[in-house]
């Protein structure tokens, strides 16, 4: 039961709430000053000079103090206004952030695009230029520019000549 208690008040949410709480009690505490220090007396002014803290009227002995309830509901809805006015600059900057980032990886694709090498194409491989024959009279392999074969002493220069010229007819 500790380990699952343990696990409970260390996940992020529950974290961000109490980090959440504890700065909203002292925000309420300038809230409820600027209510009862700054704007109930402006009110005041317009009201003749009313304090809404003392406004009550008393039933059977029991004092009903609507003064302080008002002065609670304005403190409320100041604190609304500003939690609104926060969550709306969050919302902002979070698309603001949310634009940025779109373009930011269009922009990534656009360059990773750019660099990705292309697909090569298969070249054929030249054949390469032969560099030895074969002796038509001892089979033998010789070099290419031989005239005379080295182990049957044939003159090839001859018999070439001869071939192309049959080829030719």
């Given at each position: 039961m500790w380990k699952e208690f343990k696990e409970f008040a260390t996940k992020g949410n529950v974290m961000d709430l109490a980090i959440g709480v504890i700065i909203g009690g002292g925000f309420q505490s300038i809230v409820n000053s600027l209510v009862n220090d700054v704007i109930m007396p402006a009110i005041s002014i317009f009201t003749g000079k009313i304090d809404f803290?003392?406004?009550?009227?008393?039933i059977s002995g029991n004092s009903v103090k609507y003064g302080s309830f008002i002065t609670n509901?304005?403190?409320?809805?100041?604190?609304?206004f500003c939690v609104f006015l926060i969550?709306?600059?969050?919302?902002?900057?979070n698309k603001t952030l949310e634009e940025k980032s779109k373009e930011f990886n269009k922009k990534l694709e656009k360059e990773s695009k750019f660099f990705k090498r292309k697909k090569k194409k298969e070249v054929p491989t030249p054949t390469p230029v032969p560099t030895t024959k074969i002796c038509p009279?001892?089979?033998s392999e010789i070099n290419i520019k031989a005239s005379k074969c080295p182990h049957c002493t044939s003159n090839l220069k001859e018999e070439i000549e001869g071939e192309q010229l049959k080829i030719e007819e």
């Open positions: 803290n003392d406004m009550m009227f008393t509901v304005i403190n409320f809805l100041i604190m609304a969550v709306r600059y969050i919302n902002k900057l009279f001892c089979l």
